[in-house]
């Protein structure tokens, strides 16, 4: 095996081990110096057996802590109608 490709198997295998599932992200939501509630929120449509990176985890929490700004049409109602 060539050294590239073990280092490659390596990183993947320590990536799984880092991986944790919904419950355990959310009791140590202290670890993401973040609260539980949040991370619970975050993580609410994930299946409780999934496993989660932390880097998926802190992108769920940035998605849902600072959601994208949508702007409101507004109508440009004449009053003198």
């Known amino acids: 095996m060539s050294t590239p490709r073990k280092e490659r198997l390596v990183a993947a ?3 799984d081990l880092n991986k944790r599932t919904k419950q355990e992200w959310i009791e140590g ?5 973040h609260e539980r509630f949040e991370v619970a929120g975050a993580l609410f449509d994930c299946k409780a057996d999934t496993l ?5 985890v802190q992108n769920r929490l940035e998605a849902y802590l ?3 700004v949508q702007k ?4 440009n109602v004449d009053s003198e109608g």
Do not use: C, D
């Not at 939501?29 to 110096?33: F, H, I, R």
């Open 13 to 15: 295998v320590q990536e």
């Open 72 to 75: 409101e049409e507004s109508l």
């Open 29 to 33: 939501a202290v670890a993401l110096k």
């Open 52 to 56: 989660l990176s932390q880097q998926e």
């Open 66 to 68: 600072q959601p994208a």
